[in-house]
């Protein structure tokens, strides 16, 4: 089951996966949800007023070939190899 204790740490690591900075999250700081949402939406507004295009830093073939070594990995730890 998902307590709120464990719930809090999901929302949090949703939010640090999303770049979103503390200032903008602090769950325990907020009144509401519907501050909380109000915080998130004002973030967004101030993060897109300058975005920034992605720029990829390797190739797909060095993407698939970090991608096999992990499977293969996993497979030896599953014992299936």
């Known amino acids: 089951s998902l307590s709120p204790l464990s719930a809090s740490g999901s929302v949090n690591h949703s939010f640090n996966a ?3 900075p503390d200032r903008f999250r602090s769950v325990g700081k907020r009144s509401s949800v519907d501050d909380l949402e109000a915080a998130i ?8 007023a ?6 990829r830093s390797k ?3 060095d993407i698939l070939t970090q991608e ?3 499977l293969n990995a996993l497979d030896e730890i599953q014992g299936n190899r």
């Open 18 to 20: 999303m770049g979103i």
């Open 41 to 48: 939406y004002d973030y967004l507004l101030q993060h897109n």
């Open 50 to 55: 300058k975005p920034k295009p992605f720029v």
């Open 59 to 61: 190739t797909a073939a």
């Open 68 to 70: 096999r070594r992990a």
